[in-house]
């Protein structure tokens, strides 16, 4: 069936939105744009004369969509190679959504993102819909097919569960950007104890290569092996400069509202590495390097001048 115009305009008007549902979803920005692609499909061949309300039509298809792929995405995570991390979004992209609330923005960084795995994918929905978009249980549960009181329940469920791993604390631009050139002072010093003190003693440091880049398969717990191994990470040798294919330059910035390194090599981003930060130092160091996953970055990195980096690694 033809769209007309109008109805090819109102459904552009809700992309984005329908794009950041997406993301949150799914953890990812190539699956978000699939469902979204797939949602316009299904717009185009319903009797639009007939909806009522589009936004919340194009909400409730979208996110059974993106319900269908959690499913299916479980079981291919379990025989991922190595630790599977969300894709990370640079500052500036639209997918990251409404920023206007605190938990708005919080539902998207990087440290939530990866506790929102632990959800099932009823309760991932209902505290997405619910905390970042501020949808009333009315119409979640219209969107779920279930009772407003489930709705309710399970918010605070998924609420809770969040809140149970979450150790984040919001900071501002500025006490970001410290907090990087801090760590890279303290990482190219060549000396463990500088990072030592930047970390909690629980901070955590994680990789995720997708089997394409090597990534330790299995996360660094605790300051000291974590100070460790990102002192070897910014220890020149040509091994490293082999394995990459050169020397990367090394920018600061933020990657879903957390602060974050970019490593760009070629004009290409070969690895973005996310911060979570609380009043007592750096709890956990999430490094993205799975190519498949650094598309969207790239295109969004291509398309500004970010200067001169703040370091060439290796």
């Not at 992209?93 to 609330?101: I, S, V, W």
């Not at 209902?126 to 969107?143: D, Q, S, T, W």
């Not at 809140?163 to 919001?170: F, L, N, P």
Request: proline share 5%; glycine share 8%; net charge negative.
């Amino acid at each position: 069936m033809a769209l007309s115009a109008q109805d090819v305009d109102r459904f552009e008007a809700s992309r984005p939105r329908l794009e950041a549902i997406g993301y949150r979803l799914l953890g990812s920005a190539s699956e978000a744009e699939d469902v979204v692609q797939e949602t316009f499909l299904r717009w185009q061949a319903a009797d639009t004369g007939r909806i009522e309300v589009p936004e919340a039509w194009l909400t409730k298809v979208l996110t059974n969509l993106c319900l269908n792929q959690l499913t299916s995405a479980r079981a291919r995570r379990e025989t991922y190679v190595g630790e599977w991390l969300p894709e990370p979004l640079l500052a500036g992209d639209r997918m990251l959504g409404p920023a206007d609330t605190a938990e708005q923005r919080e539902s998207v960084s990087y440290a939530v993102l990866v506790l929102l795995e632990r959800l099932s994918p009823n309760e991932r929905a209902v505290y997405v819909l619910r905390e970042a978009f501020g949808c009333p249980h009315r119409e979640i549960a219209a969107i779920l097919d279930i009772g407003e009181a489930a709705s309710q329940q399970i918010f605070h469920r998924a609420r809770k569960h969040v809140a149970d791993g979450k150790a984040r604390t919001e900071i501002d631009e500025a006490a970001a950007r410290r907090v990087v050139d801090e760590f890279l002072a303290a990482a190219t010093t060549g000396r463990t104890e500088p990072l030592v003190r930047l970390l909690t003693q629980d901070a955590v440091a994680v990789g995720d290569g997708g089997g394409k880049v090597p990534a330790r398969a299995k996360a660094f717990e605790g300051a000291l092996a974590v100070a460790t191994f990102m002192r070897g990470m910014f220890k020149p040798g040509k091994a490293k400069r082999d394995l990459v294919g050169g020397s990367p330059g090394i920018y600061a910035t933020t990657a879903n509202g957390d602060p974050a390194l970019v490593a760009v090599l070629d004009g290409r981003v070969i690895g973005i590495t996310c911060f979570a930060v609380t009043p007592d130092g750096i709890t956990a160091i999430r490094s993205q390097v799975n190519p498949d996953k650094l598309e969207r970055a790239n295109r969004l990195w291509a398309a500004d001048d970010h200067g001169e980096p703040l370091l060439i690694a290796f």
